[in-house]
């Protein structure tokens, strides 16, 4: 079976703004794209919009690769993936903050992963026990929905990059 894989918006934003920037590794976004086209990646349209609440050049690159976005509402699984919204919610409540509208849209990663065998991936960590919020990996971890992080997304699919280096 190919592997697919669900994105945190958290995943973009931190590889776009810092290790990724395209200024520095142009060859990461492109391999994204292709992934996407590839339909092995995938983000849900609340990530999208999460991203293009900012209207930067992060956004305009999620408007120019629309193949990333799985839309509920044309997925054919969608009452599925809303019951498993509404599982996650009965069942790990602190995963969204509404008074802070904070982590709104992570339910719907996970949910749409967990109908779809996929993985998600998030640049969150797991919480102690003794915390009562929870995150993203103790969630999956309590429905056992595979997870972690960009880097072991590539690790997993092999990914390598090679440094060009242009001299002045």
Not at 15 to 42: C, D, Q, V
Not at 101 to 124: L, M, N, R, Y
Request: aromatic share 10%; net charge negative.
């Amino acid at each position: 079976m190919t592997n697919l894989y669900y994105l945190d918006a958290n995943v973009l934003i931190t590889a776009w703004h810092g290790y990724y920037s395209p200024a520095i590794a142009p060859t990461y976004w492109e391999w994204l794209a292709e992934m996407a086209n590839k339909e092995r990646i995938f983000c849900t349209e609340i990530v999208k919009e999460e991203i293009q609440n900012k209207d930067d050049d992060l956004a305009q690159w999620i408007k120019s690769n629309p193949c990333i976005i799985r839309r509920l509402s044309d997925n054919s699984h969608a009452e599925e993936i809303q019951e498993k919204v509404r599982q996650i919610m009965v069942e790990c409540p602190t995963l969204v903050n509404f008074k802070k509208q904070k982590s709104e849209g992570d339910p719907f990663v996970i949910a749409h992963a967990w109908v779809a065998g996929a993985t998600v991936v998030t640049k969150e960590n797991r919480l102690s026990p003794k915390n009562r919020n929870m995150n993203i990996p103790d969630v999956c971890e309590h429905f056992s929905i595979p997870w972690l992080d960009d880097f072991g997304m590539l690790r997993e699919l092999g990914v390598r990059f090679n440094i060009y280096h242009r001299s002045s």
